[in-house]
T-cell receptor
C-alpha cells in the first residue's frame, strides 16, 4: 500500500525565511509524487510533480522539491517565503497501477512579518 | 479556473436528507475522482470513474453512490445524511496518462444540521 506522512501539521516562518515542508512516502514500487497547495476556500492546485525524470523538481511560485530515494523523502522548499504563500500544503503519492492519489494530512504554512 | 466545475458551491441540509453533487470534468479528461475533506479525516478518496465505469473505490459509505454519465459529468449522491457527513467534497479529473495529474474543482461545501 502507498502512503505519505507529512511531519508537522503547522509550520510558521517569517517573511523572507526559508520554507521547508516535510514529506516521507511509503511505496513498494517507484512512485509518482506530488505537492498540492490549497488556499482558503479554494480547491487544490498542483505545485509540482515527480515522475522519475529528475530528482530535483521545480514548481510554480518558486517552490521546488527533491526526491531522495534513500530517505524516502520528497520535501518541499522555497528559499524566501512571501505572505501570499500562507496556505495548506498537501503531499500525495501514486504508485503501481492505481491512478488515484493518496494524500498526506497536510501542513498549514503561516508566514509572519 | 481549473476547468473542473462543481455545483453547488454550498449546500445546507438536514439530517436524513439526500443531496446530489455535480461535477463536470476538464475538457478531454475521461477520469473523475471524488474526495471528501473533513477536519478529522483529512482528504479521503471516495471513488473513481473512467469513461463511465467505476475504476476504484475508497472509503465510500454505503449511503453514498456515484455515477459518470456518457457526457462524462459525474454525480455524487449522499443519502440518509448525518451530522458527520458535513465536509468539503472535491471532484478531480485526469486523463490517467503518464503521471496522471489530478485537476481539482473548487469543491462543494456540505453542511448537515
Amino acid at each position: 500500500a502507498q502512503s505519505v506522512t507529512q511531519l508537522g501539521s503547522h509550520v510558521s516562518v517569517s517573511e523572507g525565511a526559508l520554507v521547508l515542508l516535510r514529506c516521507n512516502y511509503s511505496s513498494s514500487v517507484p512512485p509518482y509524487l506530488f505537492w498540492y497547495v490549497q488556499y482558503p476556500n479554494q480547491g487544490l492546485q498542483l505545485l509540482l510533480k515527480y515522475t522519475s525524470a529528475a530528482t530535483l523538481v521545480k514548481g510554480i511560485n518558486g517552490f521546488e522539491a527533491e526526491f531522495k530515494k534513500s530517505e524516502t523523502s520528497f520535501h518541499l522548499t522555497k528559499p524566501s517565503a512571501h505572505m501570499s504563500d500562507a496556505a495548506e500544503y498537501f503531499c500525495a503519492v501514486r504508485s503501481g497501477t492505481a491512478s488515484k492519489l493518496t494524500f498526506g494530512t497536510g501542513t498549514r504554512l503561516q508566514v509572519t512579518l | 479556473d481549473s476547468g473542473v466545475t462543481q455545483t453547488p458551491k454550498h449546500l445546507i441540509t438536514a439530517t436524513g436528507q439526500r443531496v446530489t453533487l455535480r461535477c463536470s470534468p476538464r475538457s478531454g479528461d475521461l477520469s473523475v475522482y471524488w474526495y471528501q475533506q473533513s477536519l478529522d479525516q483529512g482528504l479521503q478518496f471516495l471513488i473513481q470513474y473512467y469513461n463511465g465505469e467505476e475504476r476504484a473505490k475508497g472509503n465510500i459509505l454505503e449511503r453514498f453512490s456515484a455515477q459518470q454519465f456518457p457526457d462524462l459529468h459525474s454525480e455524487l449522491n449522499l443519502s440518509s445524511l448525518e451530522l458527520g457527513d458535513s465536509a468539503l467534497y472535491f471532484c478531480a479529473s485526469s486523463d490517467i496518462s503518464g503521471a496522471n495529474v489530478l485537476t481539482f474543482g473548487a469543491g462543494s461545501r456540505l453542511t448537515v444540521l
